[in-house]
């Protein structure tokens, strides 16, 4: 039987997301596992420069995406990228998925840019990047994003990146929090 290969798993089958200033590197488990042992061995693994702390989202984001990395190699294009500055080759934060599409066609993504690289457009960058890497797979139908329960940078970029507001929710590890959503174009 010959299965046809979606351009979604080509992407991921080592090959990066390009945008016009980063690289975002795909985790695998050897990657995964260098981030969550020493940042010396995560430099090495992404090839690039880490200065200082690079996440404020903790090892748990990194830890849940290792365990189903193990448990599905295949969905490795669905969880943690490092993106990556060309220019200084600095990793500036994480981004990602949080899980491969569900039954509906919805994935969802997340972004961090470290504080001395925001306000240069990378989280607009990183975000427009993940919205059009997740539309390279059929299956996906909808895009959503989660941040905090105001007007701030993160809500300004999702609009910018053509995400509308859908509803304030209540989250039990944050608190308030706003939804945001976009649909497959066409």
Not at 47 to 74: D, V
Not at 90 to 113: A, N, Q, S
């Amino acid at each position: 039987m010959i299965r046809i290969i979606s351009n979604f798993e080509l992407y991921h089958l080592g090959f990066m997301i390009h945008t016009e200033r980063l690289e975002l590197f795909p985790a695998n488990e050897t990657v995964l596992i260098a981030a969550l042992t020493d940042t010396r061995m995560l430099a090495s693994a992404l090839g690039c420069q880490i200065e200082g702390r690079w996440s404020e989202f903790g090892r748990a984001p990194l830890e849940y995406a290792l365990k189903k990395i193990k448990a599905n190699a295949r969905e490795g294009a669905w969880w943690t990228y490092f993106p990556i500055e060309v220019a200084t080759n600095r990793l500036i934060g994480t981004c990602g998925y949080k899980g491969p599409p569900d039954d509906e066609g919805i994935v969802e993504i997340g972004y961090e840019v470290i504080p001395d690289r925001r306000r240069l457009g990378f989280g607009k960058e990183i975000a427009a990047a993940l919205i059009r890497h997740a539309w390279s797979d059929p299956r996906v139908l909808k895009v959503l994003a989660h941040t905090l329960a105001d007007t701030n940078p993160s809500s300004r970029i999702l609009r910018s990146c053509g995400l509308h507001f859908v509803r304030a929710l209540i989250d039990t590890e944050d608190g308030p929090i706003w939804q945001w959503e976009i649909n497959r174009p066409g």
